[in-house]
């Protein structure tokens, strides 16, 4: 591993300062970004934890039904929180789905949005588009994990869990920068993923996600996540899903292990599952039309497959009936 330094900043001021140098990343539990840097597909010359920030590791619920969650906030922390669990339980199903007891014990929200993607070429090092080729290795190789949505060279996906629940409750972030504090909307944050082979989130030096944001719209109703993957444990979904009926009676859902941003459903489909009554063929139908534009690749096939059966049992779950 390359020699680095540790700085632990203790106020947002300090963060940006630090975090503006460069070659400096965002330090949040370390399990993501210490496995990259050993690996060798990070080197950061200074390490900036945000764990010790006022606010970072607060989760505050508000009395308008809103709530923050601070960017340090652990998975486990979010997956047993009562209020989390009570008002935004596809998140705290989220939270729980993440790999393993110890994963969720030391990563944080800030840093599972952060994370960068698994794809092995990228991971081995290769000199694939993230790794500043100006090619996909996946697109005509090894792409079983890859995804099936794509507007960029990168065909790798988002590993998240909580990212998938985030974007059905209509998350934003709030971003602290040299400018100060700033709201982005998930499609926002991660508008260039597919694009930029730094990074998958639109953030300037010096720029750290400081909280996550839920609407009151998010809370309650009908919610869930699902996941499916290749093992029963410590794995990462090859697709998943969730989703949201609101107590307004709309409906939002949004798939996962099929891009490298958010990936919400087509509107129309929202539309047709809130209204309901729904019978086998349209359901089969809605399912199909979701996945219309997916473009597999020679290995991931099967992920067209498992995101209709999660659709068509989420849409028999929120029918109103
Ligand atoms: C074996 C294994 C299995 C896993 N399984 C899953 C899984 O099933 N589901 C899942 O969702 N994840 C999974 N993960 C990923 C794991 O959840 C993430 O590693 C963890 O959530 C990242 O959080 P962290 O705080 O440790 O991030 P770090 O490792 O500290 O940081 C990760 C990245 O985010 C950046 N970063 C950190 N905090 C911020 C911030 N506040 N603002 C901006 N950038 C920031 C860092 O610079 C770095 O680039 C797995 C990881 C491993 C190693």
């Known amino acids: 591993m390359y020699p680095f330094t540790y700085h632990r900043a ?27 840097m050993k690996e060798e597909i990070a080197r950061p010359d200074v390490l900036v934890d945000l764990r010790r920030l006022p606010g970072a590791r607060d989760i505050a619920l508000h009395n308008d039904g809103s709530a923050r969650i601070g960017c340090a906030v652990r998975l486990s922390e979010l997956a047993a929180h009562a209020g989390i ?44 588009f993230k790794n500043g080729g100006t090619d996909c290795l996946a697109e005509r190789g090894e792409n079983h994990y890859h995804a099936l949505f794509t507007d960029g060279t990168c065909h790798a996906v988002h590993p998240s869990d909580p990212l998938v629940a985030l974007t059905v409750l209509e998350a934003t972030v709030e971003i602290t920068g040299l400018a100060g504090a700033r709201i982005l909307s998930l499609d926002a944050l991660f508008s260039r993923a597919a694009h930029d082979a730094r990074s998958e989130l639109t953030l300037a030096p010096g720029d750290y996600i400081s909280a996550v944001l839920l609407p009151a719209s998010a809370g309650g ?27 307004d009676g709309a409906v939002r859902i949004a798939l996962g292990g099929v891009s490298l941003g958010p990936c919400r459903v087509n509107s129309s489909v929202e539309e047709d599952v809130a209204t309901g009554g729904l019978d086998d063929d349209s359901i089969d139908a809605l399912a199909e039309r979701v996945m219309y534009d997916a473009r597999p690749l020679d290995h991931n096939g099967y992920k067209v497959w498992q995101a209709q059966a999660l659709l068509r049992r989420a849409m028999r779950r929120l029918d109103p009936r």
């Open 10 to 36: 203790e106020s947002a001021t300090d963060a940006v300062r630090a975090l503006n140098a460069p070659s400096a990343a965002a330090l949040g539990g370390g399990t993501d970004l210490l496995v990259a």
């Open 85 to 128: 669990a009570d008002r935004f339980a596809a998140l705290a199903q989220a939270a729980a789905a993440v790999g393993t007891p110890q994963l969720r014990t030391m990563g944080t929200i800030g840093g599972n949005l952060a994370q960068r993607p698994r794809c092995w070429y990228f991971r081995s090092g290769l000199p694939c």
């Open 221 to 247: 109703g009908e919610q869930f996540y699902e996941k499916l993957m290749q093992r029963g444990a410590w794995d990462f979904a090859t697709v998943s899903l969730a989703a949201h009926r609101r107590t």
